[in-house]
């Protein structure tokens, strides 16, 4: 299957910023939605941002204004920019595609963000 694969992920202290990174083995997403998820420990995965083919963005509510997620058009990357950021934006943090017309999901690795002072 295609994979997936996250970097960008560390320690970094509340306020600072992060981009974390999600490049697809193949370039078949061009008109599939993408996305970012994170899981907390002790908590539920959760969605943070998506974007779809045509750019349109979606954001959780806890990570508007301080977060923006892009996708390259004619590529296999999408990035996710991190500002601002808070020790709840601690997590996992989960790249996630769907293809429609084969309806199956494209899950990343993960990659640990870790927000301290």
């Known amino acids: 299957q295609v994979q997936l694969v996250e970097s960008g992920g560390g320690l970094v202290q509340p306020g600072g910023s992060l981009r974390l990174s999600c490049t697809a083995s193949?370039?078949?997403?061009?008109?599939?939605?993408m996305g970012w998820y994170r899981q907390a420990p002790g908590k539920q995965r959760e969605l943070v941002a998506d974007?779809?083919?045509?750019?349109?963005?979606n954001y959780a509510d806890s990570v508007k204004g301080r977060f923006t997620i892009s996708r390259v058009s004619a590529g296999n990357t999408v990035y996710l920019q991190m500002n601002s950021l808070k020790e709840e934006d601690t997590a996992v943090y989960y790249c996630h595609a769907h293809r429609h017309y084969y309806n199956v999901d494209y899950w990343g690795q993960g990659t640990q963000v870790t927000v301290s002072s």
């Open positions: 193949r370039n078949v997403f061009s008109t599939d939605p």
């Open positions: 974007i779809t083919s045509t750019g349109r963005t």
